[in-house]
Structure formats: C-alpha cells, structure tokens
C-alpha cells in the first residue's frame, strides 16, 4: 500500500479525517511489524517484560508429598476405625521437618511427626492433625481416622512436569515470576525493549536545563512527558536535542534516528501551516499513510513509514501528544514486542457533574476530574479543548472517551473514565 505522495500534503488541509480506529487498523496493517530480537534477563530484571517463548515446566512442584498440616504422617490403613472413645496408639520412630526429612523406614504401626511443609515418609499417605492426637513419650494415640492424602500436598499438585506455565507473548507478572523461580528457573527468554526516538520540532522551544530564558520562547516538555510514557510501556526512550523550522536539519536528525531505533516519534510542525515541514519533508522521505485523524485532541497527527522503520509526527500541544501517543503509539511498541491480548485500562464508573459536549464524527478524549459529593462519584471536566493546556492533565484522573456516534453526554449520565492515575487524592473522593 502506497501513502500520500505530494510535496505541498501542508496545504491541502484536513479535507478527508480517518477515525481513529480505522487509521490505526490500516496504519498496524501496512507496518506489519516483526518482533524484537529475543534477550535472556535474569527474572529480578523480567517484570512486566514480554516473553519472547513459552515456559514449560522441567520438574514437579512441589517435588516431593508434602505434609500441609503439623501432625504425625501415618498410614492410612493403620488408623482405620479410631475415634475418640476408642483411639489407636502408633509408635512414633522419628521426625520429619522441612530442609530435614526422615530418613528412616516406617513400618505398620508406626508414625513420624511432622511439620507443615516437610516430607513425609514413602511409606505414609495421610497426616493426621495435632489436634486429633495426644502424645505419650514414644507412642501417640489417635482420635480419628482420615482419608487416604489428607492433610497431604502431593507431588506436582501445584505444576506437573511438562506443564506450560506462561505462553510466549505474555507479560510477566510478579506472580509468574515467583512461579517460573519455584521450577529452578532463574533466566527467561524475553523481547528486546524497544527504541523510541524522541525529537521535538520548532523555533520557539528551548531545553528546561538550558539557563538562557526568553520571553519568545517555550520550554520544551513533550520529550520528558513521552519519555515516561514510554518507558511505563516497556520501552527505551533515545531523546534528541530540539530541532529549530528548518527542513535540512530536521532531515539531519530523522537520519541520524533512523539507524538507531525501532520507532521515530516526532512532536510540533505536523499541521498544514507554513512552518509545519515535517509532513513534507516524511513525504518525500517515505510514505505517509495517516495525516489527521477524527480525534480531539490530536487531529493533526501523521502516521509514515521511512527505510521501513514507523514514523509518527505527534501535535506539538502536550495533551494532543499525549492523547496520540497513548492511542497510536503504544500499540506498535506491543506488536514491537509481541505482547497477546488487550491492553485493559483501569476503570471506574461515574456520573458526568456537567454536561460535556462533543461533535458527531469525532472521538473526544474529555480530561475529567473524580469527585465524591453526597456518596456519588462524579467525572468533572477539567477541558474540554484546550490541547496545550498541560495543567489539565495534572488536574485531571482520566479521561472519558466520547465516542464519533454521540452528540455530547448529559449530565448525570453514568460513564466510564479510563484512569490514569495510580492513586487518586482521597480529598477529591
């Protein structure tokens, strides 16, 4: 599939928009991204990395029966009948604990105490419970007979050797982690993080940690915004310097990003405006297949592919960047590294304290408070527009999601807000 081809693409404006799906369906389709190469990391370096081949058990968890109770290990034919009127007494022979077994033979009519977690003896297949036992120097008496494996963890219980234990593209929990370590397994097989250039494009911007300050000047935040992001999404963020409206160097820079990571993302100059270059400049470099999605914000976003390697142009506003990144970014960084499955937001459901409005045909992303008022949780928009206004997202939990069918959203009406927060100010609820 060719992309848009046209030198002047900055002054045709915005005629025809994609909706976000369909750009980023037709963008993932002609991309047909292959997975990162595979890397071994030690399992303390493997959370929330995906594994790049499955992992299939070598042993039986656990390795040998266990007792799950403290008591004494017995067989289970010697106790038959025995209640509390009319106990039975074994000799007790030894003790079992956990790191020591008995090392002994346990004969008919005989016991080994135990501890919770020990190895019982090959010759039992029960435990009878402190509780239903009263003991006489070497013997103990009995109060009641058990089933055969009570009180018994047996071998493999937990995982049987030759288990699949976590399929290739999954990523790694601490769970799996503390699973995978119970087999013996100390190393896994994961895929490479991938590289995601950061470069942001315009005249007007100057680094944070520059001491040079300018009235006409900007400070530059999208680089250390998106550099969290990527990295919360399993990536390895490769910042470059600001790069001013100047189509040669910006060609410098889009080379130099080229044969060093998997991703280009730029931020600012992806309009049509005059001092917009970076659509013509991807344009005659590659192929664009996306230049503006149904989105607000984040409309003016390109979707290209140069040398084969993907090339996205973010809005240079800060929450349109954002919005873009979470939407068109983060899913190539998943099919970077072969992740299975959907990405699930965190959920809450709440009543809009307003009404918000929205435009048929285009997805509106609505910044949204949480707020608790007489037992009720409420979402309060904290911008409905407003694509450069950063303190939104630092006001704001989450976000609601205004679909291209719908014409606004009543208040009081139930939504749901995707939170992106952690821990939400306990005040606010």
Not at 3 to 16: M, P, Q, S, V
Request: aromatic share 6%; proline share 5%.
């Amino acid at each position: 599939m060719r992309g848009i081809k046209d030198r002047d693409i900055r002054f045709k404006g915005f005629k025809k928009l994609e909706t976000a799906n369909s750009a980023l369906t037709k963008y993932l389709a002609v991309l047909d991204l292959k997975p990162t190469p595979l890397v071994e990391v030690p399992l303390r370096k493997a959370k929330d990395r995906v594994l790049a081949e499955d992992v299939t058990s070598p042993v039986d968890v656990p390795p040998f029966n266990r007792a799950s109770m403290d008591g004494y290990a017995v067989r289970e034919v010697d106790i038959r009948g025995a209640v509390e009127t009319t106990p039975l007494r074994l000799k007790v022979v030894g003790k079992s604990l956990t790191g020591q077994p008995f090392k002994g033979q346990m004969k008919e009519g005989e016991t080994v105490e135990i501890a919770t977690g020990a190895e019982i003896p090959e010759e039992a297949d029960a435990v009878v419970m402190y509780e239903s036992t009263k003991r006489f120097e070497d013997e103990v008496e009995i109060y009641g007979a058990v089933t055969r494996w009570e009180n018994v963890s047996r071998r493999g219980e937990d995982v049987r050797k030759g288990d699949l234990i976590a399929r290739a593209g999954r990523s790694l929990t601490s769970f799996d982690l503390a699973l995978i370590a119970s087999l013996g397994i100390s190393r896994v097989p994961v895929r490479k993080r991938p590289v995601i250039a950061l470069i942001a494009v315009g005249e007007e911007l100057v680094d944070v940690y520059k001491t040079e300050r300018s009235l006409h000047k900007i400070i530059e935040t999208n680089r250390l915004m998106l550099s969290g992001l990527v990295e919360e999404y399993g990536g390895e963020p490769l910042e470059f310097d600001i790069v001013g409206d100047n189509i040669e160097d910006i060609e410098k820079v889009l080379s130099r990003a080229l044969v060093a990571v998997d991703i280009v993302v730029f931020t600012g100059g992806t309009s049509v405006g005059e001092m917009d270059l970076l659509p013509r400049l991807i344009g005659e470099r590659g192929d664009i297949f996306v230049h503006g999605v149904s989105m607000r914000p984040g409309k003016p976003i390109v979707l290209a592919r140069v040398e084969e390697k993907p090339v996205v142009c973010l809005p240079g506003y800060p929450v349109a960047a954002a919005v873009d990144f979470l939407f068109f970014v983060r899913p190539l960084m998943e099919a970077l590294v072969g992740v299975k499955g959907r990405y699930l937001w965190r959920k809450i459901l709440a009543k809009t304290s307003k009404r918000i409005p929205s435009r048929p045909g285009i997805r509106h992303y609505v910044r949204v408070k949480l707020i608790r008022r007489d037992g009720m949780l409420y979402a309060h928009p904290v911008g409905i527009g407003g694509a450069g206004i950063l303190s939104t997202l630092t006001e704001a939990d989450g976000f609601v999601v205004v679909r291209e069918e719908r014409e606004g959203i009543e208040k009081g009406e139930e939504v749901e807000v995707q939170v992106y927060r952690s821990y939400v100010d306990e005040q606010s609820l």
